[in-house]
């Protein structure tokens, strides 16, 4: 249902700026062209901070904390979202072109009928949670 995977922590100006490129579904590579220098950020990327920096973009600066990739449905990425300490870039659709993927359950559970919260055990699976 849920797949995290561990990115990076204590990251550094590259994290920044692949956190701010998530939603593009880019990533972003150190320039090594001085083979005797120490790898140096690429000049687009370095405007990239200083942009984000003057506008005030401050959810990719937070990555630098700690990255992780979270796959996981809809329902449940929304709750993660919400979570103060947990500052959240995802891959926008409105940019990459992506087949969705849907989750749908082995079994659905009806509420209660006694309670004001909770629900019952299994109702039949023949209900379609996917309706266009």
């Known amino acids: 249902m849920i797949k995290v995977t561990y990115i990076d922590h204590m990251g550094s100006d590259l ?18 062209s001085d083979q005797w220098g120490p790898p140096k950020l690429k000049d687009k ?9 003057k506008h005030k973009h401050t959810s990719p600066f937070n990555h630098t904390f700690m990255t992780v990739h979270v796959k996981a449905p809809i329902f449940v990425a929304r709750q993660l979202q919400k979570h103060e300490y947990m500052p959240w870039n995802e891959v926008s659709r409105r940019y990459v072109d992506d087949e969705p993927e849907f989750y749908e359950p082995d079994h659905w559970r009806d509420k209660s009928k006694d309670k004001k919260q909770g629900a019952v055990e299994k109702v039949s699976p023949s ?3 996917i309706s266009m």
Do not use: H, T
């Open 127 to 129: 209900i379609s949670l």
């Open 45 to 53: 990327d370095a405007k990239l901070i200083k942009y984000l920096a």
């Open 15 to 32: 994290s920044v700026v692949n956190a701010a490129r998530v939603s593009f579904g880019k990533s972003s590579k150190m320039d090594m």
